[in-house]
């Protein structure tokens, strides 16, 4: 078993492809008992405001076209069941949530809290990083 | 010879992921395999491609037995069992 197994995750483009790749490398290490940190920063914050959510207000391309369209399930949903399934935790960056003025309400339920980048370079010691 | 075997085995439950798009159909198996019995055969049905390679690599992570896979025409049917708690 791939027990202690760590892998990190940042986002920083609001490019939905970009979270949705996040999305679907975080489920499957998640399910295969690695412990995985997504710190989602910078433009990626707005893809996590629920207000865009819901709206499904995102940046993105043609493969975002093609997810929506043939009705695959979107990076959310997919994070969520990470979630349910694995050890999966999703940290938005403090200092963008200062910047734009939001509270952790203000983001979907799937974020565990804000995080500052001490806080998550500890959080990625001795972690496999990825970054989108 | 196994896929003749495979055809004789009868799975305790099938999970029909047909239509979920990638890592849907692995996604499906896992919340079954967990809520199913040890000894428990799970039938997966995918319609991705990728599932016939993704779920025996899952396993094998995992602990868990893959079976095999028997290819149809547009679809694959992936045989696991459950072998230990998880």
Known sequence: MTDNQKLAIIIASEEYEKSHVASMIASVAAVSGVNVSVFVTMNAVYNYLKENVEKKNFTGGKIYRQIKEKKAAMFYELFDQAKMLGGLKIYVCSMVMDILGIEKDDLIDIVDDNLGLAAFLGIMEGAETITF | ?86
């Open chain 2, 1 to 86: 010879m196994a896929d003749v075997n495979l055809k004789d085995v009868k799975p305790t439950i099938t999970v029909d992921a047909r239509g979920t798009y990638c890592p849907g159909p692995l996604m499906e198996l896992i919340k079954e395999m967990r809520q199913q019995p040890v000894g428990s055969i799970i039938e997966l049905i995918s319609g991705d491609a990728g599932s016939a390679k993704d779920v025996p690599e899952w396993l094998n992570k995992v602990h868990q037995e893959f079976m095999g896979v028997i290819e149809e025409t547009g679809y694959w049917r992936i045989f696991s069992k459950k072998i230990k708690e998880m």
